[in-house]
């Protein structure tokens, strides 16, 4: 059964810092693989999706993440952080053929100035 | 706002009363999750429903919950007789259809915060 995990819980960073949010999935099958981005009191938006191709996908507001087949892994990066991108972040994995994607914990990354 | 709909925001409840939750889907779309999300545990599955017809429910409570998307209107989340651990966000996300399910991003709506006192 496929499972994601998200090893931190939180992460603080000084603004203009880079920051790397870790993600890391189980499963025996082909893999889909997306990071949603959770602002207080909204809902999830999609910040970027690997499906095939390029293991280096860049997403919105300069996110950019990894797949790393062999590590079963999808970090999620970015150069320089600002204030705005406080918020909660979740990696999610579906498989191939599957319709039930599954999400991480969440990481809370707190960018302070 | 062609967006996932849900209503309310906010939902306060005493314990033994019920709780429904709605969600309108993205026009055009006919699959529906519902996500349970409490502090520090993420987001939890719970149903998928197409119009009609529970596709999994197997992150559903046994008791007490149920969920319906029928032919018209929108996707019901219904929780009888609440208890205090039910407090939590519910989201709804909505995808075109099956097959778009696992390689396309699901549209979430804003949620709905259920507070049981």
């Known amino acids: 059964a496929q499972s994601v995990t998200q090893l931190d819980s939180q992460v603080p960073v000084f603004e203009e810092a880079p920051v790397e949010l870790r993600c890391n999935y189980s499963s025996s099958v082909s893999v889909y693989l997306f990071w949603y981005v959770q602002y207080p009191n909204q809902g999830l938006q999609l910040l970027l999706k690997?499906?095939?191709?390029?293991?280096l996908v860049k997403g919105i507001n300069g996110f950019e993440a990894e797949f790393n087949k062999s590590q079963t892994s999808f970090h999620l990066r970015k150069p320089s952080v600002h204030i705005s991108d406080t918020a909660e972040y979740f990696c999610a994995v579906s498989e191939a053929g599957g319709f039930k994607p599954i999400f991480g914990a969440g990481t809370r990354l707190f960018v302070k100035a | 706002n062609a967006g996932v709909m849900q209503n309310p925001r906010h939902l306060v409840r005493r314990r033994g009363q019920e709780a429904r939750l709605r969600c309108s889907p993205m026009?055009?779309?006919?699959?529906v999750y519902w996500y349970r999300q409490l502090p520090e545990e993420g987001l939890k599955f719970m149903v998928y429903?197409?119009?009609?017809?529970?596709?999994?429910e197997s992150g559903m409570p046994k008791e007490r919950f149920s969920a319906e998307f029928p032919k018209e209107g929108p996707s019901i989340l219904r929780i009888q007789q609440v208890v205090r651990g039910d407090s939590a966000a519910y989201f709804c996300?909505?995808?075109?259809?099956?097959?778009?399910?696992?390689?396309?991003?699901?549209?979430f709506g804003n949620g709905t915060r259920l507070t049981v006192t």
């Open positions: 429903l197409q119009k009609e017809n529970i596709i999994d």
């Open positions: 690997y499906l095939s191709g390029s293991t």
């Open positions: 996300a909505s995808s075109l259809n099956r097959e778009s399910s696992y390689n396309s991003p699901l549209h």
């Open positions: 026009k055009g779309h006919s699959h």
